[in-house]
């Protein structure tokens, strides 16, 4: 069983392409987060969301709490964000912290 | 920029030793955090420390794990007796506050390679 699910998994886009990355869970969250694995296995935090809307540059996060869904949008795509976008929630019962299998992108130049 | 930092970068041990993984967070931060990423699976939370003590823990976490602040920058993960099934990256992360409760991002640390054998 996924509490969290991520589509798609594999991602391949043209450079200056509009890009969208799913996320859905299916547990009560205090907070979801977006995270990046950069290919040298490194992570960045890029959002954390309980609500609405969030924006850093070309990166755009939404969460609708009563769907259980989250998107991160990434505007006039660059091949440096080639990466494993990963979603990750925790739980609002204590000790639950879930992470998805992450989206691959690879952004062609 | 203040970052997280960890040490070694890889480590190879034999099956049945100690290792000692060793992590230095940024230094206003009061939340740390254990992940770990079996090659080709997703992360996974292992435990958090807040105030000298464990705040949370995972089911992974078992006694063969423990967690210390030796010092007021280091923060550590023991494992007792390395199984292969160990081998894993393990991440450091700290946060100002706790950060699962959305009040403040992660900032995470390169990771350590450990490779059981």
């Known amino acids: 069983k996924n509490e969290v699910e991520q589509s798609p998994q594999n991602l391949t886009a043209q450079e200056g392409e509009f890009i969208t990355i799913n996320c859905s869970y299916s547990?009560?969250?205090?907070?979801l987060h977006w995270l990046q694995q950069h290919p040298g296995g490194g992570i960045v935090s890029l959002f954390m969301?309980?609500?609405g809307k969030k924006k850093h540059g070309r990166l755009i996060a939404t969460i609708n709490i009563q769907e259980k869904h989250s998107s991160l949008h990434i505007t006039a795509s660059h091949p440096r964000d080639s990466a494993v976008y990963i979603c990750a929630v925790g739980g609002d019962t204590g000790n639950q912290f879930y992470f998805g299998t992450g989206t691959s992108l690879t952004v062609i130049p | 920029e203040p970052e997280v930092t960890q040490t070694p970068s890889h480590q190879v041990t034999q099956m049945g030793q100690e290792v000692i993984l060793r992590c230095v967070p940024i230094?206003?931060?009061?939340?740390f955090y254990w992940y770990r990423q079996i090659l080709g699976q997703k992360v996974e939370f292992l435990v958090s420390f807040y105030n000298n003590e464990i705040s949370e823990k995972s089911e992974i976490f078992d006694d063969q794990f423990s967690v210390e602040r030796p010092d007021g920058s280091n923060f550590t993960l023991k494992i007792r007796s390395t199984k292969l099934e160990d081998s894993a990256m393990y991440f450091c992360a700290s946060s100002e506050y706790w950060s699962w409760k959305g009040y403040n991002e992660q900032f995470f640390g390169p990771g350590t390679r450990l490779t059981v054998l």
């Open positions: 230094s206003n931060h009061l939340y």
């Open positions: 547990v009560g969250i205090s907070a």
């Open positions: 969301l309980s609500s």
